[in-house]
């Protein structure tokens, strides 16, 4: 009762008030509680965002792929729409990862962008997530053009695997990962960056399932809109946009 007056207070949801108290806890938890990496120092604290940025960002992509194929197989628009939310909110992500990374790389390899293969590999995803939403915006809303981008939907999941792996199957600048090692799941970090990780990631996860149900609901208005406006236009020709 508590959180659903303080949500209504400040118009969002209870799910969004939730997601703004886990940010909240991230940002303590990652700038103040977990210790300082001996080696790096503070600029490693960006790991925290940059590694859960990097998750939701493989993620949304791969749920765009998935319900790719269920809407080629269904040709339900629901499923175009939940492709649709989770391409346009992962790319958020992409750009923060994109962005973080440069931040973390510069005083740590020297350098702001080097074409290491796990660096070029996120870069093509983010192409890819480019051309996903270009499409969207530019392209007619015609069958065919929503067959296209859920084949592209398919296609630019295959990128992923090559970013996940990459720093197994090549050599390269970028850090092994230390969240999933021989060793087990975080052994190569301290317990309290594993918990700040950690829970960075699950409020990440959480916000990004916000913001796509809020990003669900205007498309889902916007269809209602248009099928309004075509009901009106049906009845009364020539009123609509007067």
């Known amino acids: 009762m508590i959180m659903a007056g303080i949500a209504a207070r400040l118009r969002i949801t209870p799910f969004g008030l939730i997601c703004l ?7 303590y938890l990652s700038l103040i509680w977990a210790p300082r990496e001996r080696v790096m120092g503070d600029v490693q604290r960006i790991m925290y965002f940059h590694v859960a940025s990097a998750w939701i960002a493989e993620f ?3 749920l765009v792929g998935v319900s790719s194929v269920i809407y ?45 293969p796990r660096l070029t590999f996120s870069m093509i995803l983010w192409l890819i997530y480019v051309a996903y939403l270009m499409l969207r915006v530019y392209g ?21 695997p090559f970013i996940h792996f990459a720093t197994l199957w090549w050599r390269g600048l970028h850090p092994d990962s230390l969240v999933m090692t021989e060793e087990g799941l975080g052994a ?16 990440f996860t959480l916000l990004f399932f916000y913001l796509m149900s809020r990003r669900m609901a205007l498309e889902r208005l916007r269809d209602e809109t248009e099928a309004l406006r075509e009901r009106v236009e049906h009845r009364h020709p020539g009123t609509v946009g007067i």
């Open 21 to 27: 108290v886990g940010l909240v806890a991230t940002l």
């Open 60 to 62: 949304a992509f791969v």
């Open 72 to 116: 080629l197989w269904l040709r339900e628009r629901r499923w175009d729409i939940v492709a649709y939310s989770a391409a346009e909110v992962g790319f958020v992500f992409c750009c923060f990862v994109m962005i973080t990374g440069p931040i973390w790389g510069k005083p740590v390899w020297g350098t702001w962008w080097t074409w290491d």
């Open 140 to 160: 007619d809303d015609l069958p065919q053009v929503k067959t296209f981008l859920a084949v592209l939907g398919i296609l630019g999941t295959i990128d992923i």
């Open 188 to 203: 190569g970090m301290e317990v309290d960056m594993r918990i700040a990780l950690g829970v960075s990631a699950v409020v």
